[in-house]
């Protein structure tokens, strides 16, 4: 963890303390404002799903791997399944593939329980390339079929890239593809060839870049936003942030569960990602309160319309 992270994870565990401390009732008050055609409220003790554009179910909020490597990684994979987790979210990029299948494993949890998503990297572009860097990225995870499986970044032959997965996916390899970091124009040139639409397109998506434009095209076209960053890593003192620590205190939340839940009522799937068991948990509070109008309007105001992550651009 480098000094960034490490001072964002101090903030956070801060105030947390300072906060009252909530429990894992996954209770629904308020549904949130959906993509896809309905949410499915699991009797109201595990995470709720949305149903993607091909009527596969996923859970709105999930596990993202970003960063985390080794038995650090495949700990992490495992505590947050134990604790009620399905989603998963890795890419080869992250090169934590195979401790998230080992984390799968250690877990014990049913494979058809689980809901694992990858990504396809850029220098695996390309019609042979592609199915190629899905077997690949199976054999790492341990894994017979994908979940999800996206298009990480629109770079290379992005055509042959759909193609071969469009085909995966008809084989029955993967039950949904995706997208990620698709801008309008990208997501347009994609949508005027492929055969099979894309259910999702993964991009940066937090309180200070609300992405807005995207969010109303994407569902102006039936495909799920879903966020990666949604703390923005912390950046820009988040965790600290006036607004959210006003807000948490009302509730008696966290400020992590706050943004999650407003991501939640957004109906924007979210994958944080924490290596602390007790964040992991955290995470999962966001289920038993709701966040009212004005609180809303405030986190609205927060918006800085600009990516917090210019390296990655």
């Known amino acids: 963890m480098n000094n960034q992270n490490q001072k964002n994870e101090i903030n956070r565990r801060r105030f947390l303390q300072s906060t ?9 008050f308020g549904m949130p404002n959906l993509f896809g055609n309905e949410i ?26 970003y960063g985390l490597r080794g038995e650090v990684c495949q700990q992490s994979v495992a505590d947050a399944l134990s604790v009620g987790y ?13 401790a998230v299948g080992k984390g799968i494993k250690q877990s014990g949890i049913n494979r058809k329980e689980l809901f694992v998503t990858s990504k396809l990297w850029v ?19 341990g894994l017979d079929y994908l979940d999800l499986y996206l298009i990480h970044r629109p770079r290379g032959d992005v055509k042959g890239s759909w193609k071969a997965m469009e085909e995966l996916y008809k084989a029955g ?10 801008d309008s124009n990208q997501l347009a040139d994609l949508l005027s060839y492929a055969q099979v639409k894309p259910v999702i397109n993964q991009i940066e998506t937090h309180a200070y870049f609300q992405q807005g434009d995207a969010y109303n095209l994407l569902k102006k076209h039936n495909i799920q936003m879903e ?10 003192e988040l965790f600290t942030n006036e607004v959210f620590t006003q807000i948490a205190k009302k509730h008696s ?19 944080p990602r924490s290596s602390q068991k007790a964040h992991i948990v955290e995470n999962l509070g966001i289920f038993d309160f709701k966040l ?12 800085l319309n600009k990516t917090q992550f210019p390296e990655w651009s």
């Open 227 to 236: 966020a990666w960053a949604p703390f923005a890593e912390g950046r820009n």
């Open 20 to 28: 009252a401390a909530a429990g894992i009732y996954l209770g629904l």
């Open 123 to 141: 220098d695996d572009a390309g019609y042979e390339n592609a199915k190629k860097g899905f077997e690949e990225t199976l054999t790492k995870l």
């Open 40 to 65: 499915m409220d699991n009797n109201a003790k595990e995470i709720t799903n949305v149903k993607l554009n091909n009527s596969v179910k996923m859970p709105i909020l999930g596990f993202g791997t």
């Open 173 to 182: 390899k993967i039950r949904a593809i995706g997208i990620s970091n698709f």
């Open 253 to 271: 939340k966290t400020v992590a569960q706050v943004n999650l839940r407003w991501h939640y009522q957004l109906g924007i799937v979210a994958i």
């Open 86 to 98: 399905r989603l998963i979210d890795t890419a080869k990029i992250y090169g934590n593939e195979e």
């Open 292 to 303: 009212d109008s004005g609180d809303m309007k405030a986190i609205e105001k927060l918006d």
